[in-house]
């Protein structure tokens, strides 16, 4: 059954202290790994998709990492602004729905 | 880009009542799905419409309906509702070759 267990459920840093966010997925074939955030009372605003193990990809203060079995979300020096939920999501190659199958979420707080 | 746009945000309902919710894609968006979050878990597929057809559904039982219209807005239909069908339920457009889905803000049901 394809599943994604993020790691951990919630974590608290002070502005400016890395830390890194786990994904991992069991999935009958990858065809995209998604991280979205996710504001309270909000829909989900995309960050990243990655396709094939050994990808990367940033924007800002996040890297976004992938290999066969997890993902990553690493966040540099990270602001208050930085809190939110952060959703990881894989689609399967063998769905023709698109259909995404979401983990439970990191919610993320930064404190100044 | 419009966005995606859904309404209404809030709405309280009773057990056993039926609801529509709507969703407008974000413009040249002809693939829209549906998903239903509920309070501290990741978004679940409830199904998904291209060109006014429903192409994949979750595990959600028949009284979960839909509609797509050709503006390529679409409709989430509940019947009978029961308690558990609390929660925020988002709608997500894409296009061929979009890299991720936009999501819209939801809309947040509550079954009392």
């Known amino acids: 059954e394809d599943q994604v267990t993020q790691s951990p459920e919630a974590l608290r840093l002070q502005e400016g202290e890395s830390s890194s966010l786990n994904c991992s997925y069991t999935?009958?074939?990858?065809?995209?790994l998604f991280w979205y955030r996710q504001d309270p009372g909000k829909g989900p605003e995309f960050l990243f998709t990655?396709?094939?193990a050994g990808e990367e990809k940033e924007k800002e203060r996040l890297k976004a990492t992938l290999t066969k079995k997890e993902s990553f979300l690493h966040i540099t020096a990270p602001k208050p602004e930085d809190s939110a939920t952060y959703l990881c999501a894989v689609q399967a190659r063998s769905s023709n729905t698109g259909k995404l199958i979401f983990g439970q979420g990191t919610t993320l707080q930064v404190k100044p | 880009e419009t966005g995606v746009t859904q309404s209404p945000t809030h709405l309280i309902k009773t057990r056993g009542q039926q609801v529509t919710l709507r969703c407008s894609s974000q413009?040249?968006?002809?693939?829209v799905s549906w998903y239903q979050q509920a309070l501290g878990q990741g978004p679940q597929f409830i199904f998904q419409?291209?060109?006014?057809?429903?192409?994949g559904r979750g595990n959600f039982p028949p009284r979960f309906s839909g509609l797509q219209f050709p503006n390529y807005s679409s409709e989430l239909n509940v019947n009978a509702l029961e308690l558990d069908d609390s929660a925020l339920y988002l709608c997500?457009?894409?296009?061929?070759?979009?890299?991720?889905?936009?999501f819209g803000s939801g809309t947040r049901l509550t079954v009392v």
């Open positions: 999935v009958s074939g990858l065809r995209g």
């Open positions: 997500a457009s894409s296009s061929v070759g979009q890299d991720g889905y936009t």
């Open positions: 413009s040249g968006h002809n693939t």
């Open positions: 419409y291209y060109r006014e057809e429903e192409n």
């Open positions: 990655l396709y094939s």
